[in-house]
C-alpha cells in the first residue's frame, strides 16, 4: 500500500482529520459560554468559527456537512429537544447553515474585495443559521414569547441577541486567523 497517498477510494482523508479537528475544536469552543439565554442559545468565544474555517478551506458540501455533524453531537451534549422537528430545525440544520460560507471558499484575503466576499460569506451562513432558530422559535418556542408583538418579531428579536453577537465575534476572529492558516494550506 502506497502511504503517501491521501485518498482513500474518493474519500480524502486530509479533508476528513481536518474536519474531525474543526468539529472537536467546536464543541470545546461551544462548551465556553460567555452568556446562556434561557431558553437555548449561547454567546460563545468563537464557537462557529472551526465550522467556518472547514467550509472556507472545502467548500460548502464539505462545510455543510461538517456542520451536520456537529448539530448532532452537540444535540447529544445537552441539547433540549422537545420534538423532532424542532431537533432537525436547531441541530443538524441551524449547524449545517454554516456550512454555507464554503460558498465563499479560496478568497484571496489581500484585496479588498476578498476581505468584502469573506464577511458577506460569514454574514449569509449566519443569517441563515437564525432563519431556522427563528423558525423554531415561531413553531415550538411561542409560548415563552411575547404575546404583545407578532411571534417571528419576538422570536427575532431573542435569537438575534445570541446570534449577533456571536456572529461578530467569528467575523473578527476570521480576519486574524483566516491570513495565518492560508499561509500554512499553501
Not at 482529520?17 to 462548551?31: H, K, Q
Not at 458540501?61 to 424542532?86: E, R
Not at 422570536?155 to 456571536?166: A, D, E, G, R, T
Request: aromatic content about 12%; overall charge positive.
Amino acid at each position: 500500500m502506497d502511504t503517501k497517498k491521501s485518498t482513500i477510494g474518493k474519500v480524502n482523508v486530509k479533508m476528513l482529520a481536518e474536519a474531525g479537528i474543526m468539529i472537536a475544536l467546536s464543541i470545546v469552543l461551544n462548551s465556553i459560554t460567555l452568556y446562556r439565554m434561557p431558553q437555548g442559545g449561547s454567546i460563545t468565544p468563537g464557537g462557529y468559527v472551526p465550522i467556518l474555517l472547514f467550509a472556507l478551506k472545502w467548500g460548502p458540501a464539505k462545510g455543510i456537512t461538517a456542520g451536520i455533524i456537529y448539530g448532532l453531537i452537540d444535540s447529544l451534549l445537552g441539547g433540549g429537544i422537545i420534538h423532532p422537528i424542532q431537533f432537525i430545525l436547531d441541530y443538524p440544520l441551524a449547524y449545517g447553515m454554516l456550512g454555507l460560507t464554503g460558498f465563499g471558499y479560496n478568497i484571496n484575503f489581500k484585496t479588498a474585495k476578498g476581505k468584502i466576499k469573506l464577511t458577506a460569506s460569514v454574514l449569509f451562513a449566519t443569517i441563515m443559521r437564525l432563519i431556522m432558530a427563528i423558525l423554531s422559535g415561531v413553531i415550538f418556542f411561542k409560548k415563552y414569547l411575547p404575546t404583545d408583538i407578532p411571534y417571528v418579531l419576538g422570536s427575532f428579536i431573542y435569537n438575534i441577541s445570541y446570534v449577533l453577537p456571536n456572529t461578530i465575534i467569528c467575523i473578527i476572529l476570521i480576519f486574524i486567523l483566516y491570513p495565518r492558516l492560508a499561509k500554512i494550506n499553501k
